[in-house]
């Protein structure tokens, strides 16, 4: 059990050192949506083995969670439906496979696919919060550097 909070804890600090500044948040009434994305070569090869992700230079991770807002914190983590869309500036659509990610009431969304060097990936988001009806929907942009 401490194995896996310590590589829970890896894989955040090691996205968190690298994303600070490009780590995005959007509020949806009592909702916040932290996101981010990177190439997943930042990932010690322990944390990127026991959640499956394949290490490289040409793979982005698109991070998510989903905090439910609490007054005098910084908010619950929640369970929600997760639905993921890449598309490059060649207009290429990817739909990508979201996986949750669970480890101490910490909830994750993860999903990965293929960039290239100077590549800019506009990622499209469908957040639909447990127990909710309502969608919540945003898109953000990120290029990435491979070389």
Excluded: C, W
Excluded at 55 to 61: E, F, G, V
């Amino acid at each position: 059990m401490i194995k896996r909070i310590s590589i829970l804890l890896a894989i955040l600090m090691s996205t968190t050192i690298f994303t600070v500044s490009a780590e995005q948040s959007k509020s949806f009434g009592d909702y916040t949506v932290h996101f981010s994305a990177f190439t997943t070569d930042i990932l010690t090869p322990e944390v990127a083995r026991s959640y499956r992700i394949s290490r490289s230079k040409n793979r982005s991770l698109l991070n998510i969670s989903v905090l439910k807002k609490v007054m005098g914190t910084a908010g619950t983590p929640i369970s929600a439906k997760v639905e993921a869309t890449a598309t490059n500036l060649s207009a290429q659509l990817r739909e990508l496979d979201v996986r949750e990610l669970r480890e101490h009431g910490a909830i994750y969304y993860i999903a990965e696919t293929t960039v290239n060097n100077k590549e800019t990936l506009k990622y499209t988001l469908t957040i639909t919060p447990e127990d909710e009806t309502e969608s919540y929907s945003f898109s953000f942009q990120q290029q990435f550097f491979t070389e």
